[in-house]
């Protein structure tokens, strides 16, 4: 869930950033140890026992500060640049990281990777690279990955005579199928926004492969009107005209626990969501996850560039390193135990999937094997794990791809006011 509460991020980053300096000193470096601020939520168990591990053996002690979901963004913000800054921060990598990295505040770790090459070596190269920019490496992937995955209720499946789609053609008879069952295709928390919006990550890498939105967030507003890009975006208007997705789900929302009861409940088929979904019908349909909760990837499309093994979502969360601190070797030190198998260990144990090459061997120690290997292995094969879109783009981009994205499924804008939509995002 960490991925929803990101997009409380507004334009005030960017203002804010922009007096930067080189500032001295810092609060967290002058009591002698090394601060380390993370988002605050259940895994914070896992963060305090490595905290308390580290310490055993170091000189520098390190301090674990949380700050709560909700409001982390927005205090981020406003300590990142003052006494109060933390050595190391909890963050999304892409985007969420990017102003920091313009405002020269994030030191590269480009250095402590030659000193111990583990620190990218022993990391899933799809997942490491959602923190690099301009060519040098400003995190270290900690907790858990998330792809996003097609999940379906495996009784309305069965009631209907349809399988998991493995193609698009496949899902839009799928979705004729289920209509005539009077059940909803496709659970959509359109209210939210950013739900809809995977739909767009995935048949535009489908369709056009990665390199279009790489193009577009490195500045080629081209890229959005391209003949890839208009047919991705025929091809979503298909599926909503086709009525995958009911006519309500403009005002359901993921958040509240609407669309994935949709699910649960078997008044809908299918929902595309993040890795996080399972975990969720757990615990909110225990019995319903346990026996009819499903799951595959996302279709394929006949003559897209996109390759079959790419996935989109959010590849992790990654520690950055401030400038500012004082004590370089003991945040290096720090940051290798983000590869230990006492780290691996503990996250499954939570029900988060590392991205750690070791992560294997420890997979059956996990709450639920079978899903934890398959995104594992979903993830270890992929030619390309694309980022959020609105993670990818600076914050100030999320408000304006939301709207953009609602706005072409409900009808208030065709494909070229999408395109222009696109067109006029901040650039990266």
Same mark, same amino acid.
Request: proline share 6%; with cysteine.
């Given at each position: 869930?960490?991925? =929803?509460?990101?997009?409380?991020?507004?334009?005030?980053?960017?203002?804010?950033?922009?007096?930067?300096?080189?500032?001295?000193?810092? #609060?967290?470096?002058?009591?002698?140890?090394?601060?380390?601020?993370?988002?605050?939520?259940? &895994?914070?168990?896992?963060?305090?026992?490595?905290?308390?591990?580290?310490?055993?053996?170091?000189?520098?002690?390190?301090?674990?500060?949380?700050?709560?979901?909700?409001?982390?963004?927005?205090?981020?913000?406003?300590?990142?640049?003052?006494?109060?800054?933390?050595?190391?921060?909890?963050?999304?990598? /892409?985007?969420?990281?990017?102003?920091?990295?313009?405002?020269?505040?994030?030191?590269?770790?480009?250095?402590?990777?030659?000193?111990?090459? #583990?620190?990218?070596?022993?990391?899933? !190269?799809?997942?490491?690279?959602?923190?690099?920019?301009?060519?040098?490496?400003?995190?270290? !992937?900690?907790?858990?990955? *998330?792809?996003?995955?097609?999940?379906?209720?495996?009784? =309305?499946?069965?009631?209907?005579?349809?399988?998991?789609?493995?193609?698009?053609?496949?899902?839009?008879?799928?979705?004729?199928?289920?209509?005539?069952?009077?059940?909803?295709? @496709?659970?959509?928390?359109?209210?939210?926004?950013? !739900?809809?919006?995977?739909?767009?990550?995935?048949?535009?890498?489908?369709?056009?492969?990665?390199?279009?939105?790489?193009?577009?967030?490195?500045?080629?507003?081209?890229?959005?009107?391209?003949?890839?890009?208009?047919?991705?975006?025929?091809?979503?208007?298909?599926?909503?005209?086709?009525?995958?997705?009911?006519?309500?789900?403009?005002?359901?929302?993921?958040?509240? /626990?609407?669309?994935?009861?949709?699910?649960?409940?078997?008044?809908?088929?299918?929902?595309?969501?993040?890795?996080?979904?399972?975990?969720?019908?757990?615990?909110?349909?225990?019995?319903?996850?346990?026996?009819?909760? /499903?799951?595959?990837?996302?279709?394929? @499309?006949? /003559?897209?560039?996109?390759?079959?093994?790419?996935?989109?979502?959010?590849?992790?969360?990654?520690? &950055? =390193?401030?400038?500012?601190?004082?004590?370089?070797?003991?945040?290096?030190?720090?940051?290798?135990?983000?590869?230990?198998?006492?780290?691996?260990?503990? *996250?499954?144990?939570?029900?988060?999937? !590392?991205?750690?090459?070791?992560?294997?061997?420890?997979?059956?120690?996990?709450?639920?094997?079978?899903?934890?290997?398959?995104?594992?292995?979903? =993830?270890?094969?992929?030619?390309?794990?694309?980022?959020?879109?609105? *993670?990818?783009?600076?914050?100030?981009?999320?408000?304006?791809?939301?709207?953009?994205?609602?706005?072409?499924?409900?009808?208030?804008?065709?494909?070229?006011?999408?395109?222009?939509?696109?067109?006029?995002?901040?650039?990266?």
């Amino acid at each position: 869930m960490s991925r =929803v509460l990101v997009c409380a991020t507004t334009l005030a980053l960017a203002a804010s950033l922009a007096a930067c300096g080189n500032g001295s000193g810092g #609060g967290s470096s002058n009591d002698g140890k090394i601060h380390v601020l993370v988002y605050g939520d259940a &895994s914070n168990k896992v963060e305090k026992q490595i905290v308390d591990t580290f310490n055993k053996t170091s000189h520098v002690k390190a301090v674990l500060d949380t700050i709560p979901g909700a409001d982390y963004q927005q205090k981020l913000q406003t300590i990142i640049n003052t006494p109060q800054a933390p050595d190391i921060f909890f963050n999304w990598g /892409g985007g969420s990281i990017q102003p920091f990295v313009k405002a020269g505040l994030l030191t590269p770790l480009d250095d402590f990777i030659k000193k111990d090459p #583990g620190l990218k070596d022993k990391f899933l !190269p799809a997942v490491f690279n959602s923190a690099v920019i301009d060519g040098k490496s400003y995190g270290i !992937p900690m907790r858990g990955t *998330q792809p996003v995955l097609l999940f379906h209720n495996k009784d =309305v499946l069965d009631k209907a005579g349809v399988q998991p789609p493995q193609t698009w053609d496949q899902l839009l008879d799928v979705v004729q199928k289920l209509k005539a069952k009077g059940v909803t295709p @496709i659970a959509l928390g359109g209210g939210d926004q950013w !739900p809809t919006l995977m739909w767009f990550e995935y048949v535009y890498d489908r369709v056009a492969g990665p390199g279009l939105f790489q193009k577009a967030l490195d500045g080629d507003k081209a890229a959005w009107a391209s003949a890839d890009s208009k047919k991705a975006l025929g091809m979503l208007k298909q599926l909503v005209d086709a009525g995958a997705f009911g006519k309500n789900y403009d005002s359901v929302k993921y958040t509240n /626990g609407a669309s994935p009861a949709l699910v649960a409940s078997g008044k809908a088929g299918f929902e595309l969501m993040g890795s996080w979904y399972y975990a969720q019908q757990q615990q909110d349909a225990k019995d319903f996850a346990a026996k009819g909760l /499903g799951y595959t990837t996302f279709p394929t @499309i006949a /003559g897209g560039k996109g390759d079959t093994s790419d996935v989109v979502g959010n590849t992790n969360n990654f520690y &950055s =390193v401030l400038k500012k601190t004082k004590h370089p070797e003991a945040v290096a030190d720090f940051l290798k135990l983000m590869y230990s198998d006492t780290f691996v260990k503990a *996250q499954l144990a939570i029900g988060n999937l !590392p991205t750690t090459t070791n992560t294997p061997q420890f997979l059956g120690t996990s709450a639920s094997p079978a899903y934890s290997r398959f995104q594992y292995d979903l =993830v270890a094969k992929a030619k390309s794990f694309q980022l959020s879109w609105d *993670q990818a783009y600076p914050p100030a981009a999320i408000t304006p791809i939301h709207q953009a994205v609602q706005q072409f499924f409900n009808g208030q804008l065709d494909a070229d006011g999408f395109i222009k939509a696109m067109q006029a995002l901040p650039a990266k």
